[in-house]
């Protein structure tokens, strides 16, 4: 099978979707031709420009650079068998959709994300109601709609979608975020110290849920050797920042330097148990995001929210250890629960590494897709 993977998408470090698709493809044999300009550094920056693109006249010139040079290299490309849009590929869709008019191809679209629900509801950087709320709704209707088959992660993602936008289910398919096992991978090291280390890596969204950590932490600041390490930096970070310094906390420690993989990966190895998601948001419900899948693969124990989405991959204390959404408390507990069960920890470590390797690596990825894509290919 031959694919052309078209777009705009991100492949730097912190963007794994496409990475690990393309990777996963690739590792099961498929011919993976990228048709790429990349124009926006993530989702993040994407939004952004949402925000901004009235009156941006160089993001617009941007645009219509980056999207000549794609229609010139997509012509240089030959014959195909599926075209894919990376994400986040919203507008991408529209001129992969025109120029698969002369392929007649199958065309898949990642979506991974509603820009609509990102940026009204979970980050509220839209007012609802608005002209923009109105527009970003539409572009994710018409773009799902374009696509014979479109991506998300999670089925609670799919229901949403399905709901919101009035989709057919069978037009979806669930592929998880996974991890690349080549770069995040169990390490052997000697810790560093003697402290009990708690990581959170990220980019502080609303959906983190970063302010029931530093609660926890504040519950847990008389036990000495308890230590929390908070790495990265994003919307909610000087709030989380100011709420540690007015809590006088003195176990959290915040990393906000950009870490390279290499530079995170030796944090991550340092860890004792790593944190995931807590946020109350209904998008923090839907998703499983990278950080998980990544502790996973460096073989970590990892205390995340629960919720449907976590569900549908992680069992309580099987691969992880699952706690109530939005409470500092129940976090609190979770740390004590496994800083007092050694043989737990250690459990949880080893299985939920097996449980990744066996779904959520590159390999199986690509797997799970290429299986849809060949049924769709011959339904067609």
Not at 100 to 106: E, G
Not at 305 to 331: P, Q
């Amino acid at each position: 099978m031959k694919i052309c993977y078209f777009g705009t998408y991100s492949t730097q470090e912190g963007y794994p979707r496409n990475n690990v698709i393309i990777k996963g493809l690739r590792k099961n044999g498929v011919e993976v031709i990228e048709c790429h300009i990349e124009l926006w550094k993530g989702s993040t920056d994407k939004l952004q420009g949402i925000k901004t693109v009235h009156y941006n006249l160089k993001l617009i010139s941007r645009v219509i650079h980056a999207y000549s040079l794609l229609i010139v290299k997509f012509f240089q490309i030959s014959d195909y068998d599926v075209l894919i849009v990376g994400f986040a590929g919203h507008f991408d869709i529209f001129l992969a959709k025109f120029l698969n008019l002369f392929r007649k191809r199958l065309l898949v679209f990642d979506a991974f994300i509603s820009l609509y629900d990102t940026a009204v509801n979970d980050r509220k950087i839209v007012l609802p109601h608005s002209l923009k709320a109105r527009l970003l709704w539409l572009i994710d209707k018409y773009a799902c709609s374009l696509a014979d088959l479109v991506l998300l992660d999670t089925g609670a993602h799919i229901n949403y979608f399905v709901n919101e936008f009035r989709l057919k289910p069978d037009k979806f398919l669930r592929i998880p975020v996974g991890e690349d096992d080549e770069i995040f991978k169990p390490a052997n090291c000697l810790k560093k110290s003697n402290k009990f280390n708690v990581v959170y890596f990220g980019t502080y969204l609303p959906l983190h849920g970063t302010e029931f950590i530093v609660q926890a932490a504040g519950l847990l600041q008389d036990i000495n050797d308890i230590h929390f390490i908070l790495v990265g930096s994003g919307p909610d970070y000087d709030n989380i920042n100011n709420l540690a310094k007015n809590s006088q906390l003195k176990n959290v420690e915040f990393i906000t330097d950009w870490q390279s993989y290499n530079e995170l990966k030796e944090i991550i190895s340092q860890a004792d148990i790593c944190l995931g998601i807590f946020g109350t948001t209904e998008k923090a419900k839907r998703v499983v995001p990278s950080k998980v899948f990544v502790s996973l693969a460096m073989a970590k124990p990892i205390i995340t929210g629960d919720s449907l989405a976590v569900r549908e991959f992680l069992r309580h204390r099987d691969n992880a250890l699952l706690c109530k959404m939005g409470d500092a408390h129940a976090i609190k507990q979770g740390i004590l629960t496994l800083k007092n069960d050694e043989r737990l920890m250690l459990f949880l470590a080893n299985n939920g590494y097996e449980y990744f390797k066996n779904n959520f690596s590159p390999q199986k990825i690509g797997e799970r897709l290429l299986v849809t894509l060949e049924k769709a290919i011959n339904r067609g």
